[in-house]
């Protein structure tokens, strides 16, 4: 049996950016003008998922016309092994929230990975007209740009992304730990998409994001941005970033971070 050959992390960057661009493009010229105000509750939330799946067909199209032997983990329903030993790991539409209501915030968000590790990932935000990359060991860049983390601030001077659940009683848990949080840091931010804060923190917008509930396709790509642009990421002491909770931020400040948000629960409902 023949092992496949090991990726080039650059190629899979190039398909990324494409595809992200693609996709990207597709939801800005699509989205109804009059989508938040629509007349009936059901179709504006109708619409969305329309251009949701529409996006990720166009992706896994594209990326499959390249590489036909790789597979995907999409949000909206893409499963596959795939031969090649790569996986891509897309969400199409990060932020849908943001989307329907028309804030800027929305992302098509698309990693490669190999063998568990993230080589290449691409946050493509339209509406900010910002494309933020990164290969493994290779830097990250925003728009060409080399991007950097904010070196560590005073735990107390630090600004702080977060997320919330759609679940009501898991907003509730998550309130309460923000609650705790808000008179120990500068401030507080909850932008509503975890592709574009974790970029935030590579591009040192962010001194730091947290959020229990992230699903892979929410932070592959994000969170290499991050960690190529200097920040740390993971989740619980010892736990890389999952669902059950992701922290991202810099060196000296991720580990203060972490060591009071495990003090807070931040990582059950």
């Known amino acids: 049996m023949t092992t496949p050959a090991s990726p080039d992390p650059t190629e899979l960057l190039e398909i990324a950016l494409e595809a992200a661009r693609r996709a990207g493009a597709l939801l800005r010229d699509g989205r109804p003008a009059d989508l938040g105000v629509a007349a009936t509750k059901s179709s504006p939330i109708d619409v969305v998922t329309e251009m949701d799946i529409?996006?990720?067909?166009l992706i896994t199209s594209y990326i499959g016309g390249q590489?036909?032997?790789?597979?995907?983990?999409?949000?909206?329903?893409?499963?596959?092994?795939?031969?090649?030993g790569v996986r891509w790991v897309i969400d199409p539409l990060d932020g849908t929230v943001n989307y329907l209501y028309g804030l800027p915030g929305w992302a098509v968000s698309i990693?490669?990975?190999?063998?568990g590790r993230v080589l290449a990932g691409v946050v493509e935000a339209p509406m900010r007209r910002e494309t933020y990359q990164a290969v493994l060991g290779g830097g990250a860049f925003v728009n060409g740009t080399p991007a950097r983390c904010r070196p560590a601030a005073e735990f107390s001077h630090a600004?702080?992304?977060?997320?919330?659940?759609?679940?009501a009683?898991?907003?509730v848990a998550q309130a309460e730990v923000?609650?705790?949080?808000?008179?120990?840091?500068?401030?507080?931010?909850?932008?509503?998409?975890a592709a574009i804060d974790l970029a935030d923190v590579g591009c040192g917008r962010l001194d730091g994001y947290f959020e229990r509930g992230l699903h892979p396709w929410d932070m592959a790509a994000g969170a290499l941005f991050a960690r190529e642009a200097g920040?740390?990421?993971?989740?619980?002491?010892?736990e890389p970033a999952s669902g059950e909770l992701t922290i991202a931020a810099p060196p000296g400040l991720f580990e203060p971070l972490q060591e009071l948000l495990e003090g807070l629960g931040a990582w059950h409902d």
């Open 54 to 57: 529409a996006a990720e067909k």
């Open 67 to 84: 590489r036909p032997g790789d597979g995907f983990l999409g949000e909206e329903g893409a499963s596959s092994e795939g031969t090649s």
């Open 111 to 115: 990693a490669a990975e190999y063998e």
């Open 159 to 167: 600004l702080i992304g977060t997320g919330f659940g759609y679940l």
């Open 169 to 171: 009683e898991r907003r």
């Open 178 to 193: 923000v609650r705790a949080l808000v008179p120990r840091v500068r401030d507080i931010r909850r932008a509503g998409a």
């Open 231 to 238: 920040a740390l990421t993971g989740g619980r002491p010892g």
